[in-house]
């Protein structure tokens, strides 16, 4: 089964760091880019950050851009998200997923097909 | 940033009925636009990538359709397991952006 399992949440102190990771059982990551997407409580979907296939192409959203890394592990095909200077406005339900590519109409265009369940972070006091 | 305006915000409506949401972007993405679907406690699920184009599995139910800043998802005859949160995402540059989110919910 095409899957994706987030782990690594938690709570952390402001300030604090924590590392994600993301397991991708059933397909070969390094086909794919691969986006992180956060959900704060309550609150709508924020795209985070992505990463090229061969890792060497990163982008981020502004309010993490500084403190957060994305980076890859292909030959363990798995994803990561380093977080550091953690703040509570990042808290948030984080989610890893599989950005395919789609030929439509004679352009390529680009859709998060496959999420993971989900990692709780909680940054604290 | 691309700002991405999703309206209603919620709306409630019975089964079967035609449900009709909107998102506009705050500047022309061509068609870089996808449809997710996200019911609570849950992984967004992908509906619409391209505008337009019904990703595989997604019950037919479902359409997409516009194209520079204007789009709209359409539930021909809403479903039960349809009541769910609804967002657009623009694919078209960095960083990603998505709207707001439209709750269907049952009336």
């Known amino acids: 089964e095409v899957q994706l399992v987030e782990s690594g949440g938690g709570l952390v102190q402001p300030g604090g760091s924590l590392r994600l990771s993301c397991a991708a059982p059933g397909f070969t990551l390094s086909t794919y880019w691969m986006t992180w997407v956060r959900q704060a409580p309550g609150k709508g979907l924020e795209w985070v950050a992505n990463?090229?296939?061969?890792?060497?192409?990163?982008y981020y959203v502004d309010s993490v851009k500084g403190r957060f890394t994305v980076s890859r592990d292909n030959a363990k095909n798995s994803l990561y998200l380093q977080m550091h200077s953690l703040r509570a406005e990042d808290t948030a339900v984080y989610y890893c997923?599989?950005?395919?590519?789609?030929?439509?109409?004679?352009?390529?265009?680009?859709?998060?097909?496959?999420w993971g369940q989900g990692t709780v972070v909680t940054v604290s006091s | 940033a691309i700002q991405m305006t999703q309206s209603p915000s919620s709306l409630s409506a019975s089964i079967g009925d035609r449900v009709t949401i909107t998102c506009r972007a705050s500047q022309g993405i061509r068609s870089d636009l996808g449809w997710y679907q996200q019911k609570p406690g849950k992984a967004p699920k992908l509906l619409i990538y391209a505008a337009s184009s019904l990703q595989s599995g997604v019950p037919s139910r479902f359409s997409g359709s516009g194209s520079g800043t204007d789009f709209t998802l359409t539930i021909s005859s809403l479903q039960p397991e349809d009541f769910a949160t609804y967002y657009c995402l623009q694919d078209y540059n960095y960083p990603r952006t998505f709207g707001q989110g439209t709750k269907v919910e049952i009336k």
């Open positions: 990463i090229k296939q061969d890792g060497n192409v990163t």
């Open positions: 997923a599989r950005d395919r590519d789609y030929y439509h109409g004679s352009a390529y265009y680009d859709a998060f097909d496959i």
